[in-house]
Every structure is written in structure tokens, then in C-alpha cells.
């Protein structure tokens, strides 16, 4: 299996995490980084997301190699993982195991990062839109949603007009499940008022 600098990797990170200061969207591509700089621990999946550790498991790093081992040495290698010194923050010989996502989410940062000029972000808007939690269900056959404006400057000022929108799910919707339904209904409303508002 590949393997990289774990002290290298460590530095990369770093930088990473503070250009995702500037742009947070990069954020969830870190996690091939995370994931990678800790595969070497063991006790882990084939996608380094780590195992329970109070229940023996079929499938455990064993020197470095990921693969199926039988009860006994499950229990021997749960046993060895206890008596590893907590206080060790690198791996041995340097080198840390990469883990499948990882080449993903490099093309992913790789796309993010291949403009020449780096891209603008508004952190001091002219127009500001407030958000609050009101009417809205989408948890059986059907869904609706009202949505309410305020001046952004004071909520005791009055209020625009109340838009809503209902309606019946189709099959495909009513076979998924209710949380599906549920943020479907809130981005459909988002989109919704983000188009009557650009006309």
C-alpha cells in the first residue's frame, strides 16, 4: 500500500487549514488529509474511519497491512493497542498508509485552486438577509413552507408580505426518507425565493 511522509503531510495540513480560514468551502476537502495522517495508528477501516474500541473486529491494521485476521489475533492486536505508549504522536518509520479519498479530495482542492488569481469573497455585504426558523413540514405525503422578510436592521420593524408554497409529493419523493423530504423542502424554498428575486 502507498505510503507518505507523515511529518510532510502534517506540514501540509497546517498550510491548508489556515487558507480554508479565507475560504471555508475547501474545508471538507481536508478530510483525506485528516484521515491519512492518522491511518498508521491501526484500529481502523479500509477508508481509515476508526473502529469501536471496546468491540473486536474482523478486520484491523496488522503491521501496516489492512486485512482479515481471525478472533485470536483480533484480541491479541485490541490487547497490543491498549499497551501503545498514548503520549506517541508519529508513526516509526515515518511513513503513514493513504487512504482511498485522499486522491479525491486533492483533484477536488486541485479544482478549487487552479485559477490564477485567487477568487473574491464578500465579507462585508451591501445588502444583509436574515434567517429565521418558521413554518415548514414535509414529513408525510405532503410539504409547505412560508417565508417572511424583515429590514435586516430591526425585526420590530414591519414585516413584508408572507409567501408559501404547498404541495403534494410525487412517487419518487415519497419513497425516500422523511429528513430527505425535509431538506428538500427547505433548499426547493430557498431556490424558490432566490428566483421570484431575481425577477
Same mark, same amino acid.
Given at each position: 500500500?502507498?505510503?507518505? *511522509?507523515?511529518?510532510?503531510?502534517? $506540514? *501540509?495540513?497546517? @498550510? ?52 482479515? +485476521? &481471525? ?13 501503545? &505508549? ?5 508513526? $516509526? ?16 482542492? #486541485? ?10 469573497? +464578500? ?11 418558521? @413554518? ?6 405532503? @410539504?409547505? $413552507?412560508?417565508?417572511?422578510? @424583515?429590514? =435586516? ?23 425516500? $426518507? ?19 428575486? =431575481? #425577477?
Amino acid at each position: 500500500k502507498e505510503k507518505l *511522509d507523515h511529518k510532510e503531510l502534517l $506540514s *501540509d495540513r497546517g @498550510f491548508l487549514v489556515y487558507v480554508t480560514r479565507a475560504y471555508p468551502g475547501m474545508v471538507p476537502y481536508l478530510k483525506g488529509f485528516h484521515l491519512t495522517i492518522e491511518m498508521w495508528r491501526g484500529n481502523r477501516d479500509a477508508d481509515d474511519w476508526k473502529l469501536p474500541s471496546r468491540q473486536l473486529q474482523s478486520t484491523v491494521m496488522v503491521d501496516n497491512y489492512l486485512g482479515p +485476521i &481471525d478472533d485470536e489475533e483480533a484480541e491479541l492486536s485490541y490487547l497490543m493497542r491498549k499497551r501503545v &505508549d498514548p503520549t506517541l504522536r508519529a508513526p $516509526s518509520s515515518g511513513l503513514t498508509p493513504i487512504v482511498p479519498r485522499l486522491l479525491d479530495d486533492l483533484k477536488a482542492l #486541485h479544482s478549487l485552486t487552479r485559477s490564477p488569481l485567487p477568487p473574491l469573497r +464578500i465579507v462585508r455585504p451591501i445588502k444583509i438577509i436574515q434567517v429565521l426558523y418558521g @413554518f415548514g413540514d414535509a414529513s408525510g405525503k405532503g @410539504f409547505g $413552507s412560508t417565508v417572511q422578510a @424583515f429590514p =435586516a436592521h430591526s425585526l420590530s420593524a414591519p414585516a413584508g408580505k408572507l409567501n408559501y408554497r404547498v404541495g403534494v409529493w410525487g412517487s419518487d419523493e415519497e419513497s425516500e $426518507s422523511s429528513n430527505y423530504r425535509e431538506l428538500a423542502n427547505l433548499v426547493l424554498t430557498v431556490e424558490e425565493e432566490a428566483a421570484t428575486a =431575481a #425577477h
